[in-house]
């Protein structure tokens, strides 16, 4: 049987997509960050937990990549820095893990002779957009440090298509959620807080849209695209053409919940203006016509499943503090 490697394996999307592969019955390596501890993140009580192999090194050390690259056939690349408001207080650490961690995995992809790479972008990367919905010719812009880290990461990857004919293919996810997503990202702060004992819930911009896929439909995504032949070479994203403000979410989440609060303006949470991107509304014709790829879980059942889930993990979340 083929072994899967999946990078970031203990993250959020890495974590579903490790048990969405177990379920689908391939062989998965999981891989992530060292730690002393042996904290396997995420997948710490995956009810998987003995269906995979999970093996813990440095995404930014080309040893310990190399090690793991040449136990595998085919590599989901997921390791990655993403949390956008610490790019701009540590842009080297992005650089370090989003650039050289992708360069590790191409090279080591490129060395050993790998036949299926699969490289995770990112929609952040259209910056602000000047026609919708967005496909996969429209411009790049880098307006956040994170975002210029995930340009060069997948403009590298392009280039070793080109120069080393290495079979890459490249994932551009727009906006996810679901169970376990951290309390940093829009729908598990709204959440998060409209369960606290907060009187008010603490939000940025509230006029911000975001094209929302529920994580199994992403992790199908990502299947479908190791699957096709059509997909080598080709960056791909991966949305449903529709989207939602984040006052829309609010209102939507208290509704589900039937918890009523006002909304308290936190300017730690407002980007620097040249900085936020205002709408992201995915194309999805490319992967639909490439895999037949479509999402199967609306936003309102896709809402409750996530609220369900953190209803019964209240202890997941810090509602008090905001983490960047």
């Known amino acids: 049987m083929k072994k899967i490697l ?11 997509l490790v048990e969405y592969l177990v379920q ?5 390596i999981a891989f992530d960050r060292y730690n002393i501890n042996n904290d396997w993140g995420n997948l710490e009580r995956s009810k998987y937990i003995n269906d995979f192999e999970m093996i813990l090194g440095d995404i930014r050390d080309y040893d310990s990549v190399y090690n793991v690259v040449k136990k595998s056939d085919t590599i989901f690349h997921l390791a990655a820095l993403i949390g956008i408001p610490y790019s701009y207080i540590s842009p080297i650490a992005y650089i370090k893990t ?23 972008s990112t929609s952040e990367i259209y910056g602000s957009a000047v026609s919708y919905p967005i496909s996969e010719k429209h411009s790049i812009i880098g307006q956040s440090p994170y975002a210029a880290s995930k340009i060069s ?10 120069s080393f004919n290495l079979p890459i293919k490249i994932i551009r996810p727009f906006n996810c959620y679901g169970p376990r997503q951290s309390a940093r990202a829009i729908i598990p702060t709204i959440i998060s807080q409209l369960l606290s004992n907060n009187k008010n819930v603490r939000l940025g911009n509230l006029n911000t849209i975001r094209d ?13 695209i190791y699957k096709s032949k059509k997909t080598t070479g080709h960056i791909v994203n991966a949305g449903t053409n529709k989207a939602y403000s984040v006052k829309d979410l609010f ?37 639909i016509s490439m895999t037949n790829w479509k999402p199967k879980i609306d936003l ?12 019964e993990n209240k202890d997941f979340i810090k509602s008090k503090s905001y983490n960047v």
Do not use: M
Not at 98 to 113: A, D, F, M, P, Q
Not at 153 to 162: M, P
Not at 258 to 280: A, G
């Open 24 to 28: 689908k019955n391939y062989d998965v």
């Open 300 to 311: 309102d059942k896709g809402l409750k499943i996530t609220i369900d889930w953190f209803k």
């Open 251 to 287: 209102y939507k989440l208290s509704n589900q919940l039937n918890i009523s609060k006002k909304i308290t303006i936190d300017k730690q949470r407002v980007r620097p203006q040249k900085s936020e991107i205002t709408k992201l509304i995915c194309d999805n014709r490319k992967i």
């Open 98 to 120: 989003n650039v050289e961690g992708t360069y590790n995995i191409l090279e080591s992809s490129k060395n050993l002779n790998i036949q299926n790479t699969i490289i995770t």
């Open 153 to 162: 990461a997948d403009q590298l990857a392009l280039s070793y298509n080109l």
């Open 6 to 16: 999946v990078t970031g394996a203990s993250g959020f999307i890495g974590s579903h």
């Open 212 to 224: 929302l896929t529920y994580v199994t439909d992403l992790c199908d995504a990502y299947l479908k």
